[in-house]
């Protein structure tokens, strides 16, 4: 059997002396043998020579037939019988997210191009899909080997309509013999050969800029990024974010870097930074620390470093555990300080929720095995909590509270959950935030002392989530009695 460009499938009969052909409708025609077996001169039409058992057919680029004639010991050809002009692709209706940083520093190696995304109704083949980028004089593609016009096509890749993406994306350097100033590339989108027209990203504007001095911890601008809510007794974390100007790198080395609690907190566990906007995704670990005055004082010595290589850029997230105090007060407490170095004491602040509830409980993540997505995913479930009563009389309906990370969000407007010792599963009705990245309801737990519930978030990840590690957190109760988080990784595309 053969097939050509356009699907036709040519059969060696033996038994019938012909040679068929099936086309993509289903309707059969000879196109070599007139069914009785021997011998007929070459020259004359295919249909009305004699064949003599042919057992095999083959077809060659132009659509000439070459049947095995068996019998005869010859190898027959039919002239110009098969179509070998390849279907046109189904039409796409493609378009480009742009992947372009704002300014960049020279000799810094940075991400350029486009997420390809499809909005047609029909799915693509990346086989016809080409992206191409020339690169403005000035920039070369990384490894640095001088080359400016970079292509890349996606065959054994489909794209989905209206979901997922294809990687248009390219390391780019500017070599350290690049002026500073702006240079803009150009960026085409080929479907099938043909530029895409309707959507082709024409110009990526990259400013190039000279590495500034180094700064020390003076050139840091540090504000306390999120405030710590938690009821008597119960943990908490805050955050401190330090940033600097523009692109600007500051390496202090170690440095003295001191916390006090504000009231009604004290200082609890493992101190980690992290840096979030970087290339190679999020680079985190733990902070040396001492905790002095009975948890009321935190010392890290560490390097604040920023924008010194391609894994610190950005911003420098310090993420500190505290424990609200079990004879703390309700209230909002502002007597809270950060000495980084040289640089003037900041205000921390935090607020004591409510009063200390009787009920406890401990959440710990579970089915770690389902903690890892792609960017594109829907309609999963990565974040199962398991909350275990710790106290003494049972847990009903409480307000749950869960938080998804930048890339994520729930997918619907309710909370699954199910109980030990029971197969049933809980549908809870369930409010999503306007962003979708926060999921609010009044879960039925119903959990007796020792006896846990698994709660498990339907959810989703953007197509440009950053891969990494991130976290989705849970808070139980209103005020808060019980708290914990998953880690979820986002994988490579």
């Known amino acids: 059997m053969a097939l050509d460009a356009a699907g036709n499938l040519y059969i060696a009969d033996s038994g019938n002396n012909r040679v068929r052909r099936v086309s993509t409708n289903g309707i059969i025609t000879t196109v070599a043998g007139n069914g009785i077996g021997g011998y007929v001169d070459d020259g004359g039409p295919a249909f009305s020579t004699r064949l003599y058992s042919p057992c095999g057919v083959t077809l060659d680029g132009a659509g000439n037939l070459y049947v095995g004639d068996y019998s005869n010991h010859r190898v027959r050809g039919v002239t110009a019988v098969a179509d070998m002009t390849p279907p046109l692709p189904p039409a796409a209706d493609l378009y480009g997210k742009s992947i372009s940083p704002y300014a960049v520093q020279r000799g810094q190696a940075f991400d350029l191009g486009v997420r390809i ?88 504007p990259v400013t190039i800029v000279v590495p500034a001095p180094v700064g020390d911890e003076t050139a840091l601008t540090v504000i306390q990024d999120t405030i710590p809510t938690a009821a008597p007794g119960q943990p908490a974390v805050f955050t401190v974010k330090y940033t600097s100007g523009t692109g600007q790198p500051v390496n202090p080395g170690d440095i003295v870097q001191r916390f006090t609690a504000p009231g009604g907190f004290t200082f609890r566990g493992q101190p ?47 993420t500190i555990p505290v424990q609200a105090r079990t004879d703390a007060l309700p209230g909002r407490y502002d007597n809270g300080s950060a000495s980084i170095g040289r640089l003037a004491p900041i205000q921390l602040s935090g607020t004591i929720a409510g009063t200390q509830s009787d009920l406890t409980a401990r959440v710990v993540q579970t089915q770690s095995q389902n903690a890892r997505v792609r960017p594109g995913q829907r309609w999963v479930y990565p974040a199962v909590l398991q909350i275990t009563n710790t106290s003494r009389r049972t847990i009903g309906t409480e307000q749950i509270v869960l938080t998804a990370p930048e890339g994520m969000r729930f997918t619907e407007d309710v909370l699954r959950s199910s109980r030990e010792g029971s197969s049933q599963e809980v549908v809870n009705g369930a409010q999503r935030s306007a962003d979708g990245r926060r999921l609010t309801c009044q879960a039925r737990l119903d959990t007796d002392p020792g006896k846990w519930v698994l709660l498990y978030p339907e959810m989703e990840v953007d197509s440009f989530a950053t891969p990494g590690t991130v976290n989705v957190s849970l808070q139980v109760g209103n005020p808060p009695f019980a708290a914990g988080q998953a880690s979820i990784v986002i994988e490579t595309p």
């Open 117 to 204: 995304q499809n909005r047609g109704p029909s799915p693509v083949d990346g086989r016809f899909v080409t992206v191409v980028l020339n690169l403005a004089d000035g920039l070369v593609g990384v490894p640095g080997n001088g080359d400016r016009r970079l292509s890349r096509t996606f065959t054994g890749q489909q794209l989905p309509a209206h979901q997922g993406s294809l990687d248009g994306v390219f390391r780019v350097i500017a070599p350290d013999t690049t002026p500073p100033g702006v240079y803009n590339s150009t960026l085409e989108i080929q479907y099938s050969g043909d530029i895409n027209l309707k959507d082709n990203v024409d110009r990526l």
């Open 272 to 318: 980690t930074y992290a840096y979030h906007d970087t290339i190679h995704g999020i680079i985190t670990a733990a902070l040396d620390h001492t905790i002095e005055d009975s948890g009321q004082t935190l010392v890290i010595t560490a390097n604040p470093h920023l924008n010194t290589t391609t894994s610190d850029t950005g911003s420098l997230i310090y």
